[in-house]
């Protein structure tokens, strides 16, 4: 559900808000990580796309684990920014491209979902802090520093190898 369709008036409810806008989206990624490394021709591609399933599973148990500490319960929202940016994977996957080119096409569109979380885990974590909520903002700050990780990877991949083969 969109930001401007949602209720609430105070800072907590705007936490809750976005955990369950960034629950959905880790949910999201889940499902699109599989077919993201399947359509990959690049095996050190592959392995990163598999990892970072790994490591979004485990940070929808983190934040399951911090609706708790919040004593609250996601409102399981539709994170319609992460469906944009999965349905554009999709497209990349389905494109008749050379393998190189959709490799660099795939780390494009991975990026673009880890800019995504960057932001959004970073908003959280400020919430959070703001609210004196330091075991919660530690949680966030955890998941942050994975996605920022793995954004740098998938830099060092497509600058060191990826984009020089799809020229």
Known sequence: MG???SD???LDELLIHELSDIRDAE???VEALPQMEEAASSSELKALFREHCEQSKKQCERIDQIFGMLNSKPKWETCEAMQGLVKEGKEVINADADPAVRDAALIAAA???EHYEISAYGTARTFAEQLNRRDVAD??????DE?????RRLT???EARI???AV
Do not use: G, S
């Open 163 to 165: 984009n020089a083969m």
């Open 156 to 158: 060092v991949l497509a």
């Open 147 to 151: 996605e920022k990780e793995t954004d």
């Open 139 to 144: 949680l966030l700050q955890m998941t942050l």
């Open 3 to 5: 930001l401007l369709r």
């Open 8 to 10: 609430f008036h105070n």
């Open 111 to 113: 990026q673009k979902v």
């Open 27 to 29: 949910e999201r990624i």
